[in-house]
């Protein structure tokens, strides 16, 4: 079993910055990729960014060069720098590891982007 813990979301204005961790701890498989995705109030959960193995970074269309998803392998730790932050970037975050046929998600940690 893997537990998976979001950490760094908050409040932060247009054209913020914030960065979000996920950290994984328990049985973590050896082959797995690591994805954020988020869900605003009333929406489905979309995908946002993604680490697979081998080093390669996926990203939505709509994040548009503003976020950069990293590894910290010795820490078990991913994080998702996100600039130029829009209103519509409010949502909950989860970190989500899959691995063969098991995923496991985060609590999420909330982001909102207003005045």
């Known amino acids: 079993q893997v537990s998976l813990v979001e950490s760094g979301g908050g409040l932060v204005q247009p054209g913020g910055s914030l960065r979000l961790s996920c950290t994984a701890s328990?049985?973590?498989?050896?082959?797995?990729?690591v994805s954020w995705m988020r869900q605003a109030p009333g929406k489905e959960r979309k995908f946002v960014a993604q680490?697979?193995?081998?080093?390669?970074?996926i990203y939505a269309a709509f994040v548009e060069d503003r976020f950069t998803i990293s590894e910290d392998a010795a820490k078990n730790t991913w994080s998702l720098q996100m600039n130029s932050l829009k209103p519509e970037d409010t949502a909950r975050y989860y970190c989500?590891?899959?691995?063969?046929?098991?995923?496991?998600w985060g609590q999420g940690t909330q982001v909102t982007v207003s005045p």
């Open positions: 328990g049985d973590i498989p050896r082959d797995y990729s």
């Open positions: 680490l697979a193995p081998g080093g390669i970074d």
């Open positions: 989500l590891m899959r691995s063969g046929d098991h995923e496991y």
